[in-house]
């Protein structure tokens, strides 16, 4: 994450327009703060823009160049005070919190700036986000109406800014394309055999912003495995997941987990925590995405009457180390791998990468392989 301490762009009053280059490398998402706010001195304020993970292999080159340009030539002054670079930053740092609305449209999608994270707005048109504190700004769209952009200072406690905003009916501009930066050598730390499986999974929109340019050779934690179902469950039911609203634990604020949250395809470790840095096994690997497969395709599915839901599939042989399978999750191991539908729709319906019919339920995953679920 990048935080800047700004002073004096004045896009809104002067019309000037910048742009932001990381390395040479294009990055509108920090244009668009600089774009969409207008702050003058004498005091400086903080913007933060999350760095998508196709400029990891920037940053560690060790060398990070941030170029601001106005465009239009109108003349606004500026000054950056200084240049915060967070690198495995704790996610409590969204420690403020705001509300706001919006009027014209129903159900329109508000973004917070310098993130991808999208809500909806609810029936009486509010949405709410966790934000850096510091100067945020929201960007608010619905199909056939034109986007609107709100502006204001976000505390670490007791907020006053209500950010309030109107869509008009008309052709809008489509948003930045987060994916773009995300793909960029997305597969340069992957083993070979699994390249290829997952260039497909990506064509079919399955890896989650947390794993793009990220080492997939690694395990994958209980947060990204998480990502990566709410990724199965979105193509599969072809929607959108929302995350809950009252976000239950204290040492997570990761959207991806808040919407897997949401659907309940994955629970916490306790009422308060997620542990999303524990890594995760592969029958809990299975288990997630047999939620997600039933939470799409069984009307009325929820975690709590999951034992009411049971997929019909015909029973394979028995693993090898069926004994290991715990109990608890025997029924997701068994019998998702052999779904049809799953294959059909997009997803490759086994754990590779191992033995067949033997399935080390307790081992870790590493990226690839669950990736090819
Ligand atoms: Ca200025």
């Not at 998480?226 to 599969?236: F, G, H, S, T």
Request: hydrophobic share 35%.
């Amino acid at each position: 994450m990048l935080l800047l301490c700004i002073d004096d762009f004045q896009a809104l009053r002067w019309g000037s327009n910048f742009t932001v280059t990381l390395n040479g490398k294009d990055a509108p998402f920090i244009a668009e703060l600089l774009n969409h706010v207008d702050q003058t001195g004498p005091t400086c304020y903080i913007v933060s823009a999350i760095i998508p993970s196709g400029f990891y292999n920037e940053i560690a080159s060790g060398r990070l160049e941030i170029r601001i340009d106005e465009t239009t030539g109108v003349g606004d002054g500026f000054a950056v005070d200084f240049v915060k670079l967070l690198i495995n930053y704790n996610e409590s740092i969204f420690k403020g919190r705001f509300s706001g609305y919006v009027y014209g449209a129903k159900n329109a999608t508000v973004r917070l700036l310098g993130t991808s994270t999208t809500v909806t707005t609810d029936d009486g048109g509010k949405f709410t986000f966790e934000a850096v504190p510091g100067l945020n700004a929201v960007r608010a769209s619905a199909q056939g109406y034109v986007e609107e952009y709100d502006y204001g200072i976000v505390l670490s406690a007791g907020t006053e800014w209500e950010p309030f905003l109107y869509l008009s009916e008309g052709i809008g501009s489509p948003d930045i394309d987060f994916s773009k930066f995300a793909a960029t050598e997305a597969w340069s730390e992957a083993s070979s055999w699994a390249i290829a499986e997952l260039q497909k999974a990506l064509d079919w929109g399955l890896i989650p912003d947390a794993l793009m340019g990220a080492d997939m050779t690694k395990p994958i934690t209980r947060a990204e495995f998480a990502a990566v179902c709410v990724k199965v469950y979105e193509n599969l039911g072809k929607t959108k997941a929302q995350p809950v609203a009252e976000n239950p634990f204290t040492d997570c604020n990761d959207p991806e987990v808040l919407k897997a949250f949401n659907l309940g395809l994955t629970n916490g470790t306790s009422p308060t925590t997620f542990s999303p840095n524990q890594l995760l096994n592969r029958e809990q690997a299975a288990t997630m995405l047999t939620r997600a497969y039933k939470k799409v395709t069984m009307e009325g599915w929820t975690l709590e009457t999951d034992g009411n839901f049971k997929l019909n599939y015909e029973k394979p042989a028995a693993f090898a180390d069926d004994d290991k399978i715990s109990s608890w999750q025997r029924t997701a191991c068994t019998s998702w791998l052999p779904t049809t539908s799953l294959k059909a729709s997009g997803t490759t319906s086994s754990l590779q990468g191992i033995p067949p019919r033997q399935k080390k339920p307790s081992n870790t995953p590493t990226q690839p392989v669950s990736r090819r679920c």
